[in-house]
């Protein structure tokens, strides 16, 4: 069984090498070709000068090249850095110079756009260019700037670099949500055995067809990847401007796994599935947020033969719990227990363990605790640390990553999410959960979003604003929503305003941006 990234795609090769591993548009790779590539470049990166554990940027949307280069970069013994396509020059520019990338992987208008951020990363000696290189790439700050095809022409080297699986394999780098983005690492162990616990809850076999439409930068949508070759399925990816279009390849390709977040899941139910899609799905699986209860009744109605998994996770920690599709009725806000071959608990700020209900912070142990950050001891040392006086005897103290969420858990051990630690809303000396209240607009029927945000105030501390998108045919005015909501509110949970939008910031994985929404809440409130 697979120890190695690459050994996902070998392994693949070796057993099914005829199946289909890999499509993208029209164009489709076997596992034998795709293992045949990914050795053809991870042998062009040891050419090129690609020493053990140096930094291989990939900058391009899903793509046949994109996954390519994620699996020859770990085959070189090298470290690969997705970079989600969305980002703009100055977000590249800081994960390229955190990083210090040796090789960056992109097209010609990105690398374009990227010419004067270029010139700063000094320990960056390669561009490659998957679609060629032509006149106007002249005078681009690069060492040398190659061709995609011309990279991989002539591989010299037998092979790649020797690693093992606690080796670092990959830098994920968060939304910077917080501040700017920081570099997770990831070994090859963490990568391995999340595929292999995902695969074995999902119940992935080699007939699976699974949609990619997360960004690769994701770590749920590198999952997609890792546990369709891990069990020799087949993985369609698609760049998609709107939600009809996901649709309809359900449809076409025959899809039987969906992965996606909950704003995508909002949008998806309020449109007509077609036939052929709701009958191919096996499952779905949602993470990355809550999903409102009202969003997952109407995914029962929609998909009454499809197995729904509602998921918890974190880049940190890559996924920790999930809730079974036969629990969902019973507790359909739940986030589930621990995933196969994890450790999940709820402590407190001293490391004891919460009563029943009693909130405190999610903390996760396991072989799936990614490495720390990078170039940052001090945030590593903040959020990788060990359990207080878990166990006695041992020679020295095992590292958990404490999520900085705050969960509950019930009589049964199923786990509630209930908020981030710093998205707390603190109003006339109470302590607010935000996804309570979204909860409470939801259940209305009338909004597709929510978002409660608390906003200084003078004498409250904070007063809570509720910014929605209402639903397509709902018709009411804000002051109809907020009465709609006074009977299932406390007083001191009411919001004080109630903003309709047609649309909130998201951030490059999909999610909405409660930090930018409430920068821009706070810059009208201003004005």
């Known amino acids: ?54 930094r291989i940027a990939i900058y391009l949307p899903k793509c046949l090249e994109n996954v390519i280069a994620i699996f020859a970069a770990a085959a070189a013994g090298a470290v690969f850095v997705p970079i989600n396509p969305a980002l703009k020059s100055h977000q590249v520019s800081h994960i390229l110079l955190d990083c210090d990338a040796k090789v960056l992987i992109t097209v010609q208008g990105k690398c374009r756009a990227l010419n004067t951020a270029l010139g700063y990363c000094v320990d960056l000696q390669t561009v490659v260019l998957i679609d060629g290189v032509d006149s106007e790439e002249e005078g681009l700050h690069a060492q040398r700037l190659l061709a995609w095809d011309e990279l991989i022409a002539n591989p010299v080297t037998p092979h790649g ?26 070994s090859h162990r963490n ?7 995902v695969a074995q809850y999902l119940k992935n076999t080699s007939s699976d067809r699974i949609l990619a439409v ?6 749920y949508g590198m999952s997609q990847l890792t546990t369709a070759f891990l069990v020799g399925a087949t993985v369609i990816l698609i760049n998609y401007l709107l939600p009809m279009e996901v649709l309809n390849t359900l449809a076409q390709e025959k899809i039987t796994g969906l992965a996606a977040v909950p704003p995508l899941w909002n949008l998806l139910v309020e449109l007509p599935w077609p036939t052929e899609a709701a009958s191919s799905l096996r499952y779905i699986t949602s993470s990355g947020g ?25 880049t940190e920690a890559f996924r920790s719990t999930y809730l079974a599709p036969d629990q969902i009725d019973k507790r359909p806000t739940s986030i589930g227990k621990a ?22 912070e999610l903390v996760h142990r396991g072989s799936l605790v990614a ?20 166990f006695d005897g041992l020679p020295g103290d095992e590292l958990a990553v404490w999520s900085g969420d705050i969960v509950k858990m019930d009589g049964e051990g199923y786990l509630y999410f209930l908020r981030r630690d710093d998205e707390l809303i603190k109003t006339m000396g109470y302590r607010v959960s935000p996804n309570e209240i979204e909860e409470v607009f939801y259940r209305t029927g009338l909004v597709s979003e929510a978002v409660a945000l608390g906003i200084p105030h003078t004498t409250m501390g904070q007063s809570i604003v509720l910014v929605a998108i209402l639903k397509n045919g709902s018709e009411v005015t804000e002051k109809q929503l907020l009465d709609n909501c006074k009977q299932r509110l406390a007083n001191y949970m009411m919001p004080a ?19 930018q929404l409430r920068v821009e809440i706070m810059a009208s409130i201003s004005e």
């Open 191 to 197: 990568m391995v055995t999340g595929a292999k616990s």
């Open 290 to 314: 809550v999903v409102p209860v009202e969003t997952t009744e109407l995914l029962r109605q929609v998909l009454p033969n499809t197995e729904i998994f509602l998921m918890y996770g974190l």
């Open 214 to 219: 997360l960004p690769l930068s994701f770590d």
């Open 161 to 186: 670099h020797r690693v093992i699986d606690s080796d670092m394999v990959s830098l994920i780098y968060t939304s910077g949500s917080t501040g700017d983005p920081k570099g997770v690492i990831l």
């Open 371 to 390: 490495m720390g950050y990078w170039n940052d001891v001090e945030a590593t040392r903040q959020r990788f640390r060990p359990i207080p006086n878990r």
């Open 1 to 54: 069984m697979a120890v190695l990234l690459h050994d996902l795609i070998f392994e693949s090769a070796t057993r099914t090498p005829s199946k289909t591993a890999l499509k993208y548009k029209s164009t489709s790779l076997t596992y034998a070709e795709l293992a045949q590539q990914v050795g053809r470049l991870s042998r062009a990166f040891v050419d090129i000068g690609i020493e053990k554990q140096d």
């Open 497 to 515: 305003e109630v903003i309709l939008r047609t649309m909130l910031p998201t951030n490059p994985n999909g999610k909405v941006d409660r930090k």
């Open 339 to 360: 995933i196969p071959n994890v450790d999940v608990m709820v402590l407190r700020s001293d490391g004891s363990p919460c009563a029943v209900d009693e909130p405190g």
